[in-house]
């Protein structure tokens, strides 16, 4: 496996290699972003305080217990069986047809939904109370206490978190390649089967994902330390 190869090899074959890498990038960026929007709905439901009697009483047990039922089945299960079921059982059941990219981020943004909304769970549970009661102090109703006051502050200390969720994602649409997903894992796939360099193509598909997630944790890092020391001059 020498330089010279690999060189050639990049050189010959890069434009597949960049399509691979952008595609990764957007679909994990969109899934991370679904994923987000179903984290904050579960997390703000699952941190609702529950009446003792009423409608709404039932409704949040209700929700409560089917978002319980979603976390534990997607991050108890492999994500390939996911993808795998989504692509192919929801596909044979329903007789819906679905594009594999279209499987692809479905599966991904369900999973990191799952993820993510336990993020947000704790980043809510993280600010004082005291904050939701001085809220509802000034006349404001859960909700906008929720939107103005807490959330503000929650999703500052979630920030690091959120990017390393996408870092994950982002690692993990290697996976949804299984079902034909055009994305960095794919493409090498596709390219040594055309010139069968195993060991060179491999290797470059992993400096690929190597180099852009240490750039993310970069980035990451960065993000932690500047918010480190607003929060410490705000004190």
């Not at 994902?209 to 410490?232: A, C, D, N, P």
Request: aromatic share 10%.
């Amino acid at each position: 496996m020498s330089v010279e190869l690999m060189s050639k090899i990049f050189s010959q074959y890069w434009p597949m290699f960049l399509r691979g890498a952008a595609a990764t990038l957007m679909i994990s960026l969109t899934a991370t972003i679904l994923g987000c929007l179903i984290g904050l709905l579960i997390g703000v439901v699952r941190t609702t305080p529950t009446p003792e009697r009423g409608a709404k009483r039932g409704i949040l047990r209700a929700l409560n217990g089917i978002f319980s039922v979603y976390i534990e089945f997607f991050r108890g299960t492999p994500m390939i069986v996911q993808a795998m079921f989504i692509y192919f059982g929801i596909t044979g059941a329903t007789g819906i047809n679905m594009s594999a990219y279209t499987a692809g981020l479905i599966t991904l943004a369900l999973n990191a939904g799952a993820y993510i909304s336990e993020i947000f769970r704790g980043g809510i549970q993280s600010v004082s109370p005291g904050q939701m009661e001085a809220a509802r102090s000034l006349g404001l109703s859960h909700s906008m206490s929720m939107v103005r006051v807490v959330l503000p502050q929650a999703i500052r200390m979630m920030i690091p978190a959120l990017i390393n969720q996408y870092i994950i994602t982002l690692k993990d649409t290697s996976i949804i390649s299984v079902i034909g997903v055009r994305e960095l894992t794919q493409s090498g796939k596709l390219i040594i089967a055309s010139n069968f360099r195993s060991a060179e193509i491999w290797f470059t598909v992993g400096f690929m994902y190597y180099v852009t997630v240490y750039i993310l944790s970069k980035i990451g890092r960065l993000i932690e330390r500047r918010m480190s020391y607003v929060q410490s001059k705000n004190k």
